[in-house]
C-alpha cells in the first residue's frame, strides 16, 4: 500500500544533503574535475628541496645553482602559471611546459631553444635539442616518464629552465678547448689579462660563425675582414670585454666579503685572484658561460635600429610594409632587406591577402624572424626581443586566469601605451567587436593563450605582436639552412618595385574601420590545451542547476509513479518539457583545428 511519505521520503533524501555536497557530485557525473589543493601551500624549506630536486633531476647533484638564482626563475614563471590552464592536480602538460619555457627565455635573454619555437609547440614529438644532447636521461624520466602521465609542476618547470640556462652557459666549454689549442696552451695552464682578452675574441668569432673553420680562421687572420663582415664587430667586441670587467668586479667584491666568498667556494666559479690577474680555464668557462645569456638583450639596439627601418615605411600604422617598398629600399643601399619572397614565406612574415597592396612583409613577424637572430647554434639562437609579450605579461598579471571575459581583458588593452612616447594601441570599435565575436565563440570566455587571441592582439598592436599563423605554415630556419634562395635576386627586387607602383594604394586603408587592412584574418581557433571542461560565465552554478534539474525529475516521475499506482489526481502540476542547453567546447587534442556548433 503506497501513500504521500514514500514519496516524501524520495524528496527529502535528494534535497537533505548538504549543497555543497551535492553539486560537487553532480560535477562528477559530468566529467567536470575539482581542483584538487594539495600541495598548494608550501613552506619556504619544502619549496627550495623541490626546486633543488628538479635541477639536480636534469643535472645532477653539483650543478652550481643557488637556491637564490631558482626563486628569482620560480618568480618570473608565476604569472604565466597562473594563467596556464591545469589538470585536476595542479598541473599542466607537456605542451604547456614547452610553452612557459620557452617564453621565459625570450623574455629573460632573447634566446629562442631549438625545439621549443612557436612553430614546434603543435608536435607532441618535438623536444629541446639541448636537453635530448646533455641530459637524455632527464628527458626520458621527466618529460616522457611521470610527467608526462600525471602533467608538470611549477617546480618541474623551474627545474627545466634552470638546466637549459647552464646548459646554454657550459655549451662554450666545447669551443674553449679549440681556442686553447690555436693559442699553444694547455687546459692547465693560466693566461694573463691580455691572452683572457684574445681568448674571448675568439670565443666570439666563433660563437657567430659557427662550425665555419675555413671562415673562422680568415676573419680572425684579417681584422679588415671582419670589420667588414660584422659592421658592428666594434661593438660586439666590446661586449666581450665588458663579460670580462664582469667577472672580475664580481669577485673584488667577493674577496672584500668573507660571507660571500664562502658562498662563492660552493659554486664552480674557478679560482680567479684579483691580486694575481690570472686566469684558469674555470674562470675562462663562467665568462664565456655568461655571453649567452647576456647578448641578447645587450643586442636590442641594433633589433630597435631595424623596427624603425621598418616603422618608417608604414605611415598607414598596419604593421605591413609593401613588398616592392621593401626591395626597393633594399636596392637603395639598406643590405638587410634582402630576403626572398619564398623565404620571407618560409618564415612566416608575408602577407599575401591584399589584393590593394600586394605581397607585404609583417613588421613583427620579419623581426622576429630566424633571419634577424644575431646567433644561430644548433641547440639555440639569440634573436631580437619579442615585444607582445609585455602586454600579454601584463594581462596574465590582471587576469590571473587561463581566460579573461571582453569586461576584463578590453580596460586593460585601453591602458596599454607602445613607446615612450606613449603611443596608445590601435584599439578601435571594430576590434572590441571582434573580441567579442571571440568570446561568444567560446561561451562569454577568451582564452588568453589561444590563437584567436594572439591575432586579435596582434590588429591592436600591429607593429609589436606577430601574426599568428595555423599550424606548419612558418617555420624558424636559418637563412643556410633555406638554401642558397634566401636572398634576393636584383632582377627579383627589380621585379617587386615594378609591379608594386601599378598596385592601386588606398590613403585610409589602416584606418582599422573596414576589413580591408585586416585582409589577413582567420576564424580558425588552435589552444595549447584541452579547455573542455572550463565553463562558460553564465554556468557557473551549473552543479546548483543540474541538481535542480534531478530534483525536479525526481519530483515529477514520483507524482507520476504515486499517481499511477495510488490512484491520487496531480492535475495542479504543469507539462514540462527540458530542452538541453547548447554549449560551446573547444578542445586542442593534439593541436589540430578546432570547429564550433
Known amino acids: 500500500m503506497c501513500s504521500t511519505s514514500s514519496f516524501l521520503v524520495l524528496f527529502l533524501g535528494l534535497v537533505s544533503c548538504p549543497l555543497q555536497s551535492c553539486a560537487e557530485n553532480a560535477n562528477n557525473h559530468l566529467g567536470t574535475p575539482r581542483r584538487s589543493t594539495r600541495g598548494a601551500v608550501k613552506g619556504a624549506n619544502s619549496l627550495r628541496n623541490d626546486l633543488h630536486d628538479a635541477v639536480s633531476a636534469a643535472l645532477g647533484d653539483g650543478h652550481g645553482f643557488n637556491q637564490g638564482r631558482l626563486l628569482d626563475i620560480r618568480r618570473v614563471l608565476q604569472p604565466m602559471w597562473s594563467s596556464t590552464l591545469k589538470n585536476s592536480d595542479g598541473r599542466i602538460d607537456r605542451r604547456l611546459l614547452r610553452y612557459i619555457v620557452n617564453r621565459y627565455f625570450m623574455q629573460e635573454h632573447s634566446i629562442s631553444m631549438v625545439g621549443l619555437e612557436p612553430e614546434s609547440m603543435n608536435s607532441s614529438r618535438s623536444e629541446v635539442a639541448l636537453l635530448m644532447k646533455h641530459a637524455p636521461m632527464y628527458v626520458k624520466s621527466v618529460l616522457e616518464g611521470t610527467g608526462a602521465q600525471k602533467g608538470f609542476s611549477l617546480e618541474d618547470a623551474v627545474g627545466m629552465v634552470a638546466a637549459l640556462e647552464r646548459l646554454v652557459g657550459d655549451s662554450g666549454s666545447e669551443v674553449l678547448g679549440d681556442i686553447y689549442k690555436s693559442m699553444s696552451r694547455s687546459l692547465t695552464s693560466s693566461l694573463t689579462r691580455r691572452d683572457l682578452s684574445l681568448a674571448v675574441r675568439k670565443y666570439m668569432i666563433r660563437w657567430m660563425i659557427g662550425d665555419d673553420s675555413e671562415a673562422v680562421e680568415m676573419l680572425e687572420a684579417n681584422a679588415t675582414l671582419l670589420e667588414v663582415s660584422f659592421a658592428d664587430w666594434g661593438v660586439i ?26 658562498a662563492a667556494r660552493k659554486r664552480p666559479h674557478g679560482s680567479y685572484n684579483p691580486l694575481q690577474e690570472k686566469f684558469d680555464f674555470e674562470d675562462i668557462e663562467a665568462i664565456v ?11 636590442e639596439t641594433e633589433c630597435a635600429s631595424i623596427k624603425d627601418l621598418l616603422v618608417a615605411m608604414d605611415p598607414d600604422f598596419t604593421g605591413r610594409i609593401k613588398l616592392s617598398t621593401f626591395y626597393n629600399t633594399a636596392m637603395n643601399g639598406e643590405w638587410r632587406f634582402s630576403e626572398s619572397k619564398d623565404y620571407l614565406r618560409e618564415l612566416g612574415a608575408l602577407d599575401e591577402s591584399s589584393a590593394w597592396k600586394g605581397p607585404q612583409v609583417i613588421i613583427p ?20 626581443a619579442h615585444e607582445c609579450e609585455t602586454f600579454l605579461q601584463e594581462l596574465e598579471l590582471v587576469i590571473g586566469s587561463p581566460v579573461g571575459s571582453v569586461e576584463q581583458i578590453l580596460p586593460v588593452v585601453q591602458e596599454m601605451t607602445v613607446n615612450l612616447s606613449d603611443e596608445t594601441s590601435k584599439l578601435t570599435t571594430a576590434l572590441a567587436s571582434q573580441l567579442r565575436r571571440i568570446s561568444e565563440t567560446h561561451g562569454g570566455q577568451v582564452p588568453l593563450h589561444g590563437r584567436l587571441f594572439a591575432q586579435w592582439l596582434h590588429y591592436v598592436f600591429p607593429r609589436e605582436c606577430p601574426y599568428p599563423h595555423k599550424a606548419g605554415i612558418a617555420s624558424m630556419q636559418a637563412p643556410l639552412e633555406f638554401g642558397d634562395s634566401y636572398l634576393a635576386s636584383k632582377e627579383d627586387m627589380e621585379d617587386h618595385v615594378a609591379e608594386g607602383e601599378k598596385l592601386t594604394d588606398s590613403s585610409h586603408i589602416g584606418d582599422g574601420e573596414g576589413d580591408a587592412w585586416m585582409s589577413q584574418w582567420s576564424h580558425e581557433e588552435e589552444l595549447l590545451s584541452d579547455y573542455a571542461h572550463l565553463s562558460a560565465p553564465w554556468e557557473g552554478h551549473r552543479a546548483f542547476f543540474v541538481l535542480m534539474l534531478l530534483v525536479s525529475s525526481a519530483i515529477v516521475g514520483g507524482l507520476k509513479w504515486f499517481r499511477r499506482d495510488c490512484g491520487k489526481a496531480t492535475s495542479f502540476l504543469p507539462t514540462a518539457t527540458t530542452e538541453r542547453s547548447g554549449r560551446h567546447f573547444f578542445s586542442s587534442g593534439a593541436a589540430s583545428k578546432e570547429h564550433f556548433v
Open 237 to 262: 667586441e666590446n661586449f666581450g670585454e665588458g663579460r670580462i670587467s664582469t667577472f672580475i668586479h664580481e669577485h673584488q667584491l667577493r674577496a672584500a666579503s668573507p660571507s660571500a666568498a664562502a
Open 365 to 384: 613577424n620579419y623581426l622576429q624572424g630566424a633571419s634577424n637572430c644575431i646567433v644561430h647554434t644548433k641547440h639555440y639562437r639569440v634573436c631580437c
Open 289 to 299: 658561460g655568461s655571453i649567452a645569456t647576456t647578448f641578447g638583450p645587450f643586442w
